[in-house]
T-cell receptor, first 117, second 111 residues
Framework: GAVVSQHPSWVICKSGTSVKIECRSL??????MFWYRQFPKQSLMLMAT?????????EQGVEKDKFLINHASLTLSTLTVTSAHPEDSSFYIC?????????????FGPGTRLTVL | GDSVTQMEGPVTLSEEAFLTINCTYT??????LFWYVQYPGEGLQLLLK?????DKGSNKGFEATYRKETTSFHLEKGSVQVSDSAVYFC??????????FGTGTSLTVIP
């Protein structure tokens, strides 16, 4: 149980285009979803936290107009990288949290590798 | 604020060697502690966790004990295998809303 999927697993796009990444909780309802970014050989950096049906909360230094997050349902959150540039190339990982006894744990997706040419 | 300090790598061991990766934490409350493993090109997988002091998390031969007195959660394995080669992250979470990750320790096990 507690499986989180991401789609696509990797994407290559041209500079200036927008890319959408989906994060789904497959067998549970995610009250909160998180988006992280990981640079090569570095730790995860939290970008934003989203609760279903409300606006995402962005961490300091993360441009909310560039990284659009939508958490439309209890099982789906999307991250759209708008007008992508090569410096946006990174590994993006989402995670999801449920309630109850598992509320202190996050379940991570497999990640999406974005390469912007 | 809350934080995690993790032993820097990279770590290279021979197969069947003993592994220890140190992790210490700073927290204002009573956090849950985690070890995650990341294989090349993949996302994070939960390796083990402990939710309160003196708890021992274990999985796949790995162990870590939540030590409140030393604020530590060191990862150990008695005999590593080549397939254990990965990056290991120590993490804490106080409420589930905010996860604090260590910088990761790369482990390479050679035959």
């Amino acid at each position: 149980g507690a499986v989180v999927s991401q789609h696509p697993s990797w994407v290559i796009c041209k500079s200036g285009t927008s890319v959408k990444i989906e994060c789904r909780s497959l067998d549970f309802q995610a009250t909160t979803m998180f988006w992280y970014r990981q640079f090569p050989k570095q730790s995860l950096m939290l970008m934003a936290t989203s609760n279903e049906g409300s606006k995402a909360t962005y961490e300091q230094g993360v441009e909310k107009d560039k990284f659009l997050i939508n958490h439309a349902s209890l099982t789906l959150s999307t991250l759209t990288v708008t007008s992508a540039h090569p410096e946006d190339s990174s590994f993006y990982i989402c995670s999801a949290r449920t309630g109850g006894s598992m509320r202190n744990e996050q379940f991570f997706g497999p990640g999406t590798r974005l390469t912007v040419l | 604020g809350d934080s995690v300090t993790q032993m820097e790598g990279p770590v290279t061991l021979s197969e069947e060697a003993f592994l220890t990766i140190n992790c210490t934490y700073t927290a204002t409350g009573y956090p849950s502690l985690f070890w995650y493993v990341q294989y090349p090109g993949e996302g994070l997988q939960l390796l083990l966790k402990a939710t309160k002091a003196d708890d021992k998390g274990s999985n796949k031969g790995f162990e870590a004990t939540y030590r409140k007195e030393t604020t530590s959660f060191h990862l150990e394995k008695g005999s590593v295998q080549v397939s254990d080669s990965a990056v290991y992250f120590c993490a804490l979470s106080d409420t589930g809303n905010q996860f604090y990750f260590g910088t990761g320790t790369s482990l390479t096990v050679i035959p």
